[in-house]
């Protein structure tokens, strides 16, 4: 059932087995699981039904790092959050992100992806993509042909899935409107985590509404799901027990924002009249299966130092009559030179055959490599508290993301072993846009909306905020939900693995409950 | 005494210079003679105005550092064949071979952007460098 914290009396004191704070993906996926589950569920929401001005601007937030989207309408603070402009995209992490890598500081999760992939599988069809086949490589022939049997070990295929996407809060309200055991409350913002004297486990959280009514709720257990921005700024926010924030014992909360860096870094010269190449261009919607195929790094190329990526093909389109870009990308290139370079390089795998004039030789199509890279966690990179206040006289977030020259030449590898395998394998040639090594972070970088990191998931209270199972270090009864808790975060987009973990989450909750 | 020994040495000298300069005249044929077999060879197999703009991309920031022989050197080195021992099929499929070779082993140099293998870079710029 719903309710309106505008509507219910003053100093409402709500109680509940689990109270959940914040209605995204992650509260209302733990809030479904745990729907019938014979438990008392409250989900807060700071927001009501619709996006509202007023209530938006309660995540306005200081930026002092990279340049960054505007961090007041980047998340979104109504029922189903941020899924209400989700662009969902899916795809699981891999094997290789959840394992201690020496070249990569801090990397590594306290359990395999195998322990996850039963949630993966659940969360599928929360997510409601198609069949939870993203590196099938069986399927991918159905779609790709024989693209897939690629010679040499640098480069595999699979595929990124296309979610409707779902809008959580649309597509979920009834179900939870029926429900006889989870409450949700709207346009009630959880104003502090109270902790008891010891400071060692919740007692309750204060509410407040904009319109000025006060409320409380008290649960057995508490979810801190309110994002990787808004998670750490509540916990830090809250210093009636713990001058320095609940779970902060260590400095750690806020620390280690990740982003997935988005690049458009490299151009690709498709192989003139090979279908093979195309396929891989294309969108696939077929057999319950929207998506596209990604290039992929295989796990021997990435080695113990390397970071995670994927990317996906589009064509190019901006090519005058000759095949020459209408917008040069390396200015550096005589122009005159351009277009000749480029029927050269389409013909490097046409030794031997009958000589040609330079004027009849194909110039072939060309696509635009997207690419979505991970990062190197680092302590530096971090969220805190501004000195800005909102509506509630809560102190700001302040982000301030970075970027580790280590990064750039981690990417530059995966491209440049890319392109020998792309090569090799006769599909083109890859052009990288910023051919210059020692270029600083080229302004083309851009940047998911995907917040990670900054409660970190560690079985070391000394090396991250919650423990395995998501419980915060040092508190009984609050766990924490959503991309924050990643260690590492892949490369792959994070909806799919909130969505698994929120699921896992409530398994354990229901345990520990009952 | 001394007289006799300084005209030994001059003589000797002379000599010397004479064999070196011989030497060097011989050597220098050679060389022309293998850049022009080299010439001959490529342009049998491949019409290398096609490959001269790629070649002249990956010349330009490299400078005087790229001669024809150090080209070519580099070359055979990657066929593992001197070109004019080759005949035409021999010195396709063995380029070939090269260019697969650097790309299964990331042997790969970048050309104004553009991932290539060594050896077809090199192929190139000989291209570039000789006006084949």
Redesign the interface.
Known sequence: MFIDGLNVPDNTDLRADIAIIGAGAAGITIAKALNNSGLSVLLIESGGFEYDQQVQELNTAENVGLPYADLTYNRLRFFGGTTNHWGGWCRPLDEVDFEVRSGIPFSGWPFERAHLEPYYLKAQSIVEAGPFAYDDQERLREYVGDVVALKGTNLTLGFVQYSPPTRFGWRYREELQKSKNVKVILNTTVLGLDADEAGTSLEKLSLGCLGGKRHTAQARMYVLATGGIENPRLMLNSTARNPEGVGNQHGLVGRFFMEHPHLAPARLLLTPNDQRALNLVREISSNGLRGAPCLRPTRGMLGQKHLNAFATLSLRLELDADGRPTAPEHPDVDQDDEIAVRRAVSKLRQLGAKPSSVDDAPVSVEAIVELIAEQIPNPESRVTLGDGRDAFGHRHAKLNWQLMPDELTSIRHVLVSWGAALARNGLGHLRLVSPNKDEPWPGLIGWGNHHMGTTRMSDNPKMGVVDQHCRVHGMSNLYVAGSSVFPTSGAANPTLTIVALALRLADRLQEAVT | MQSITSRRAFLAAIALGAAGSTYFVRQRYKQQRRIKNARRALAS???G??????G??FVRPRGEALTIATLLDDLEAKIGATLDTLN??DV?SR??AA??A???Q?D?V????????RT?AVL?ALCFQMNV
Do not use: F, H, R, T
Not at chain 2, 49 to 54: E, G, I, T
Not at chain 2, 110 to 117: F, H, K, L, P
């Open positions: 197999i491949i019409n105005q096609d490959y001269a703009p790629l002249k991309g035409d099929g396709v380029l070939m260019i697969e650097d790309l299964d990331g790969v970048e050309v104004d952007g553009w991932v290539i293998a077809s190139s």
